[in-house]
């Protein structure tokens, strides 16, 4: 990682197109772990069931703060306006 070099770090990525926060956030956490979470959606509805190991689980987000970086490889001195933002949510299972 560029940013946190020697860092241990939660799972995490990217969003796909069309794809909800908890279903990236699952997608992620398995590619990651290899633990996967199975996503129901509810028919007629926008919620969702999860399940591992096909015991019911609950999926929640529980905190989110964003990240940016002034950082210039060109002119570290003058690290003017933000370079990079970022959303992270955490997600508790």
């Known amino acids: ?3 946190f070099p020697k860092a241990w770090v939660f799972p995490g990525g990217h969003l796909e197109v069309d794809e909800g926060l908890d279903e ?7 590619e990651e772990t290899g633990i996967k979470v199975d996503v129901k ?3 007629g509805s926008h919620l969702r069931t999860y399940s591992y ?5 609950n999926v929640t987000p529980f905190f989110a703060f964003e990240s940016t970086t002034r950082f210039d490889n060109k002119n570290p001195a003058r ?3 933000p370079k990079v933002s970022h959303l992270v949510l955490f997600f508790k299972l």
Do not use: D, W
């Open 1 to 3: 990682m560029g940013f």
């Open 24 to 30: 990236g956030a699952l997608r992620e956490f398995f």
């Open 79 to 81: 690290p003017g306006p």
């Open 53 to 57: 190991n096909g015991t019911e689980i």
């Open 41 to 43: 959606k509810v028919s």
